[in-house]
């Protein structure tokens, strides 16, 4: 039995490693973290987990997380795991960041655009961890940067497209939307109900740290410097990125001939579905699974694409993919844990 542990447990997206993890036949949580809830019962912090977990939470200590556990997920912030994340591999341990501490390969990327970086040695070593693309590298990573929200959903459309050449590399417009809890536990006055409710807006506009992420992947797909333009929107729900990707088309294709191509290309995913003709993704069908639906439609006329995504932001935007890359690192079934279906409505 894998012994796991999970150091920043009471976020939105510890609280979703808890839940999978329970149900995981060949993992066991071993020790759980959280400065603000030390001492307490997990199922204080989260009553829907009573009866399921008798675990308290612990102020970290890098020493017991490493003696108690096989493997660990960092779910902490940005800065934090960078940390954290050097003293859990110097002790042998892999690990799984949810931060963006271990995404980008280029330090200076990185340091553009959060902070300076306390381990860019690591950066290296570390490996992106979006199965569709590197699921060979992730078998025997130490280190596996978990992929933003906005770039998984992003990313998962254009990756059969720019592999195909099918459509031009200028022009690329990405217009996500996302649920409140993208943006975390934290008390914030911008994400309470009344700040939020009722409306609809773009944010961070030309400044969001996940467009260098969507680029650096795109830009190793096609060998040269790749950009898009991105922009996110708040949407009044709880969970959940809808993601509306225009492009130029490179090549005249209909809409069944690049369906078919791109469910020809995801076959073998087990999280990838891809939406028949006329029928586009909805994101209260994957809500609560691991799953990403996919949907396209050609314009010939114009000469455009328009490729769309759902996600559920916890899961295959942040915690079930986490534990997705666990299960190809651990050499178990990469569903193991995850074949739950959308929670619908």
Same mark, same amino acid.
């Given at each position: 039995?894998?012994?796991?542990?999970?150091i920043g447990?009471?976020?939105?997206?510890?609280?979703? %490693?808890?839940?999978?993890?329970?149900?995981?036949p060949?993992a066991? *949580?071993? *020790?759980?973290t959280s !400065?603000?809830?030390?001492?307490?019962?997990?199922?204080?912090? +989260?009553?829907?987990?009573?009866? !399921? &977990? $008798?675990?308290?939470? /612990?102020?970290?200590?890098i020493?017991?997380?490493?003696?108690?556990s096989?493997?660990i997920?960092?779910?902490?912030?940005?800065?934090?795991?960078?940390?954290v994340?050097? $003293?859990?591999?110097? /002790?042998?341990?892999?690990?799984? @960041?949810?931060?963006?501490?271990? !995404?980008?390969? @280029?330090?200076?990327?990185?340091? !553009?655009?959060?902070?300076?970086?306390?381990?860019?040695?690591?950066?290296?070593?570390?490996?992106?961890?979006?199965?569709?693309?590197?699921?060979?590298?992730? &078998?025997?990573?130490? &280190?596996v940067?978990?992929?933003?929200?906005?770039p998984?959903?992003?990313?998962?459309p254009? &990756?059969? %497209?720019?592999k $195909?050449?099918?459509?031009?590399?200028?022009? *690329?417009?990405?217009?996500?939307?996302?649920?409140v809890?993208?943006?975390g536990r934290?008390?914030?006055?911008?994400?309470?109900f009344?700040?939020?409710?009722?409306?609809?807006?773009?944010?961070?506009?030309?400044?969001?740290?996940?467009?260098?992420?969507?680029?650096?992947?795109?830009s190793?797909?096609?060998?040269?410097?790749?950009?898009v333009?991105?922009?996110?929107?708040?949407?009044?729900?709880? /969970?959940?990125?809808?993601?509306?990707?225009?492009?130029d088309?490179?090549?005249k294709?209909?809409?069944?001939?690049?369906?078919?191509?791109?469910?020809?290309?995801?076959?073998?995913?087990? +999280?990838?579905r891809?939406?028949?003709?006329?029928?586009f993704?909805?994101?209260?069908?994957?809500?609560?699974?691991?799953?990403c639906?996919?949907?396209?439609?050609?314009?010939?006329? /114009?000469?455009?694409?328009?490729?769309?995504?759902?996600?559920?932001?916890?899961?295959?935007?942040?915690?079930?993919?986490?534990? $997705?890359?666990?299960?190809?690192? +651990?050499?178990f079934?990469?569903?193991?844990?995850?074949?739950?279906p959308?929670?619908?409505?």
């Amino acid at each position: 039995m894998l012994r796991v542990g999970i150091i920043g447990a009471t976020g939105y997206t510890g609280y979703e %490693l808890i839940r999978l993890l329970i149900g995981h036949p060949e993992a066991e *949580i071993s *020790i759980l973290t959280s !400065r603000k809830y030390a001492g307490n019962p997990i199922s204080e912090v +989260f009553p829907s987990l009573r009866s !399921r &977990i $008798q675990a308290r939470c /612990r102020n970290l200590s890098i020493e017991e997380v490493a003696e108690e556990s096989d493997f660990i997920f960092t779910a902490v912030p940005h800065k934090t795991a960078m940390e954290v994340v050097p $003293q859990l591999h110097e /002790r042998g341990k892999r690990v799984a @960041d949810l931060s963006a501490d271990f !995404r980008f390969r @280029d330090p200076k990327v990185y340091e !553009r655009w959060y902070q300076p970086h306390a381990c860019p040695e690591l950066l290296e070593e570390a490996v992106y961890g979006l199965p569709e693309l590197h699921r060979e590298r992730i &078998i025997g990573a130490r &280190i596996v940067g978990i992929p933003g929200c906005y770039p998984t959903g992003a990313l998962l459309p254009l &990756i059969p %497209l720019i592999k $195909q050449q099918v459509i031009s590399h200028k022009g *690329i417009v990405i217009d996500s939307k996302s649920g409140v809890s993208g943006a975390g536990r934290e008390l914030s006055l911008e994400t309470s109900f009344s700040e939020v409710n009722e409306g609809l807006k773009a944010y961070k506009v030309f400044e969001h740290r996940h467009c260098p992420e969507i680029e650096q992947e795109l830009s190793g797909l096609t060998g040269h410097p790749l950009s898009v333009i991105f922009t996110p929107h708040l949407i009044p729900v709880t /969970r959940g990125i809808l993601t509306t990707i225009y492009c130029d088309l490179a090549k005249k294709e209909t809409t069944e001939t690049l369906l078919k191509w791109v469910g020809e290309f995801y076959r073998e995913e087990p +999280f990838i579905r891809v939406c028949p003709p006329g029928k586009f993704p909805n994101t209260l069908d994957v809500r609560g699974s691991n799953f990403c639906d996919i949907g396209l439609k050609v314009d010939h006329q /114009r000469g455009s694409l328009i490729a769309l995504s759902a996600i559920d932001n916890l899961m295959k935007g942040a915690s079930g993919q986490a534990v $997705q890359n666990m299960n190809i690192m +651990f050499g178990f079934p990469e569903k193991m844990g995850l074949e739950v279906p959308a929670l619908y409505p």
